[in-house]
């Protein structure tokens, strides 16, 4: 079973500021990597699929890169709604299943 | 606007079986794609749990299948869960999703989720 580890738990960032979170895999995932924002009392949201790709309505500020065991979501300049809670997510072939890392908290400083 | 809702009890006793099921709307399920569960523990990080093909296909959590039974009914438009021999480990947020691709991968589509807790 493949193994995301997020680092860090929490990141504590003032608006404006830059987010860079980071997702690692305990073997390779190529690049079938998911990045997800979760806000409190609500279902998580995809942003990022196939580790570079916005989902539609996605605003630009949100990147993804990486592939292999190592990725990154970047948030260029933090908006007072982004202060969420962020999975990574991929999926293994065998045996076929999905597993989301930790999270990690975006706080408000 | 593909939209899904969770429904089904609450609360569970220990030992039984929970059932939820996710109704959908905005697409029929007939048409393709992979359907699924997935679950988060209060104050805790997500997990699936197992996703179902419109055909009845199926593939599940290995450290959930030996309990969970996932269905499919085109007729009414929705798909089930159901996981035996429940603990209050079990007691969590359920979700159901639509993957982003026919052949499954992330989820695009979330119902807002359930609140299922397992106690006496």
């Known amino acids: 079973e493949i193994v995301l580890t997020q680092s860090p738990a929490t990141l504590s960032l003032s608006p404006g500021e830059r987010a860079t979170l980071s997702c690692r895999a305990s073997q390779s995932v190529s690049s079938y990597l998911a990045w997800y924002q979760q806000k409190p009392g609500q279902a998580p949201r995809l942003l990022i699929y196939d580790a570079s790709n916005r989902a539609t309505g996605i605003p630009a500020r949100f990147s993804g890169s990486g592939s292999g065991t190592d990725f990154t979501l970047t948030i260029s300049s933090l908006e007072p709604e982004d202060f969420a809670v962020y999975y990574c997510q991929q999926r293994s072939n065998w045996p076929r299943m999905y597993t989301f890392g930790q999270g990690t908290k975006l706080e408000i400083k | 606007q593909v939209q899904l809702q969770e429904s089904g009890p609450g609360l569970v006793k220990p030992s039984e079986t929970l059932s939820l099921t996710c109704a959908v709307s905005?697409?029929?399920?007939?048409?393709?794609?992979?359907w699924g569960w997935i679950r988060q523990p209060p104050g805790k990080g997500l997990e699936w749990i197992g996703s179902?093909?419109?055909?009845?296909?199926?593939y599940y959590n290995p450290s959930l299948k030996s309990r969970v039974t996932i269905s499919v009914d085109t007729s009414k438009n929705q798909f089930s869960l159901k996981l035996s021999s429940v603990t209050a480990a079990d007691t969590a947020v359920y979700y159901c999703?639509?993957?982003?691709?026919?052949?499954?991968?992330?989820?695009?589509?979330w119902g807002q989720g359930t609140l299922v807790t397992v106690s006496s």
């Open positions: 999703a639509r993957h982003l691709y026919s052949s499954g991968w992330y989820f695009i589509y």
């Open positions: 179902i093909y419109h055909s009845g296909s199926t």
């Open positions: 905005g697409y029929s399920i007939s048409s393709g794609y992979y």
